[in-house]
């Protein structure tokens, strides 16, 4: 295992992601203790000393049954990271009942890394408020030794994730995103990677593998990529991608299985950064995927033709670009809760089909239809 710096620490390159981990009788809500058990055991002696849960994974069961693997251990031996459930805006109201008890059930005294977690649309106004005092708060367990490190995890765009860091920057020291070969251009985590880079703020990964799907394919890539490396897992060229990508720090793997740890754990064994061409391949092969026929997808360039000429003042392109990850990704939570920031009248309902932007757009988009079917399918 090799290991980068963080301040006056080393953490393992490889973390242990706890929102996947395996469940009894396919139940998300039921982990399955002695297979965690198993898992946790295998990662702290082959290197790993980097965990990380959250109060809604599993059903509200990830902090228990990781805190019950890790409990054998001396805390100096390890570190355990957990978030704030912003997700939910009720938790506003309940900010030291929920801190005290994550203690409790990941049996610590203290956490090593805790988030603002999933800063985005829905819920930045709320992490923004002086008056709810959340800030403050865990400042005040960082003082009393309850927190060693602060940080936090955003799904939200660019313009948001630059809301929260332009508030908090002064106490943030770490931030964990999205980030894959796949989302470097489709979710614009390109630019989030190039924001944090300017301010010199660590990176920490999350969805590397994109649930899972770039560890089953180089998405049509495999044969070229196999002449730099025929050895190389699907898995393999999406971390190799990861570790190429200035200022990541941490990369996360939400491992749901004994053999998916092993086999991660075997390529973490040193860094292993492509080069230009097999970058250049991966995301090549990313934007064939995200944009080709059978994606779902529009190919809007974001050049905004199509606001000026909207009566509705819609943002058109961040409407599509929410399109485009609900579509592809076949549902999931980003779309719905962006979404749910918008004002009634803003959201793709409030289209009226006059075809004014359709008209405008170089891409030839037929926007009211794709208003339509976005309505459609987010009910």
């Known amino acids: ?35 965690v058990q198993e898992m946790v055991d295998y990662a702290m002696a082959n290197g790993i000393n980097y965990y990380d849960t959250a109060w809604g994974y599993h059903g509200g ?8 693997a890790l ?53 930045i106004d709320k992490y923004l408020d002086d008056e709810i005092g959340l800030a403050d708060y865990l400042l005040r367990k960082k003082e009393e030794g309850k927190i060693k490190h602060l940080g936090f995890s955003c799904h939200g765009s660019l313009e948001t994730m630059h809301r929260f860091i332009k508030k908090y920057w002064r106490i943030l020291e770490f931030c964990q995103i999205q980030l894959n070969y796949l989302d470097f251009e489709f979710q614009d985590a390109r630019s989030k990677v190039e924001e944090l880079n300017n301010i010199s703020m660590p990176i920490w990964v999350m969805e590397g593998l994109r649930g899972g799907k770039l560890a089953k394919s180089c998405l049509g890539a495999e044969k070229i990529l196999a002449k730099s490396n025929p050895d190389y897992t699907p898995a393999n060229w999406a971390f190799g991608f990861l570790e190429s990508v200035p200022g990541v720090t941490m990369i996360l ?17 040193e860094k292993k950064p492509l080069n230009d061409d097999d970058i250049a391949t991966l995301l090549t092969a990313a934007h064939f995927e995200t944009t080709g026929k059978n994606a779902g997808t529009v190919p809007c360039t974001a050049c905004r033709y199509c606001t000026t000429h909207c009566p509705q003042g819609l943002d058109i392109p961040r409407i599509l670009s929410l ?20 004002e009634q009248d803003k959201l793709p309902s409030a289209c009226v089909g006059c075809g004014s932007c359709a008209k405008v757009c170089p891409q030839q988009i037929d926007i009211p239809g794709v208003m339509k079917k976005f309505t459609e399918m987010i009910g």
């Open 253 to 269: 793997s939400g491992m749901s299985d004994f053999e998916q740890l092993k086999q991660n754990i075997e390529f973490f064994d």
């Open 71 to 123: 409990s054998k251990y001396d805390h100096k031996d390890f570190y355990i990271a957990s978030k704030f459930p912003g997700y939910d805006l009720s938790n506003f109201d309940h900010i030291e009942e929920i801190f005290e008890k994550q203690l409790e059930k990941c049996q610590v005294e203290y956490f090593d890394f805790y988030l603002f977690h999933n800063v985005c649309e829905m819920n």
């Open 1 to 35: 295992m090799y290991y980068n710096d963080f301040q006056d620490i080393r953490l393992s390159g490889l973390g242990m992601g706890c929102m996947r981990l395996p469940v009894i009788d396919g139940d998300d809500a039921k982990p399955d203790a002695a297979a």
């Open 61 to 68: 069961n990830s902090e228990t049954v990781l805190g019950q």
């Open 323 to 342: 399109y485009n990850e609900h579509s592809y990704s076949g549902g999931g939570f980003i779309a719905p809760m962006a979404l749910a920031a918008f």
